[in-house]
């Protein structure tokens, strides 16, 4: 019985049939984990550089506006509801329907802005926060849910 079973060893180990077939049953998985990986963080940090655009566009423009001057009669037209638009959907327009990135929207991820004066000099600050909408193969994964923070800061220069 032993030497049977050492004599099938053997065969089989200089038996080089299937090796290819065998070493691709064991790699195949791990190449398409790490490749789904790789294309899953570039989307990651894809809609983060997006959100950080649309905060920065958001904060420009907040950073032009003139401000509203009772003594001339001047009223300005700018408004936060305007710039939070330009972030979201890279248009001041109401009609732009589809966001800079998919669940990026008003409702989910508001953005805060505040006005600081840092060394007499008054500043615009965008922030906000979004919770990452992964592809269904990352959500098999079951990971927890990863939120992007994004903030941007702008000076105000005024016109």
Known sequence: MMLRIRSL????????????????????PFVTL??????????????????ET??????RYLARCPPSSLLSGFVSQC??????????YGSPSATA??????????????????????NGQKIVVA????????????GWLDPDAVTIQAYHEQRYVGW
């Open 9 to 28: 060893v053997e065969r089989l180990h200089r038996d080089t049939r299937g090796t290819v077939l065998t070493e691709a049953i064991v790699v195949v």
């Open 34 to 51: 790490f490749s789904v990986g790789i294309l899953e963080f570039g989307n990651m940090f894809w809609q983060k550089e997006q959100i």
């Open 54 to 59: 649309g905060l920065r566009d958001a904060a």
């Open 79 to 88: 408004s936060e509801t305007t710039a939070r638009q330009i972030a979201y």
């Open 97 to 118: 329907a589809v966001p800079r990135v998919t669940g990026w929207t008003p409702a989910l991820s508001p953005i805060d802005f505040q006005y600081p004066v840092r």
């Open 127 to 138: 922030r906000t926060s979004h919770i990452y909408s992964e592809s269904p193969l990352f």
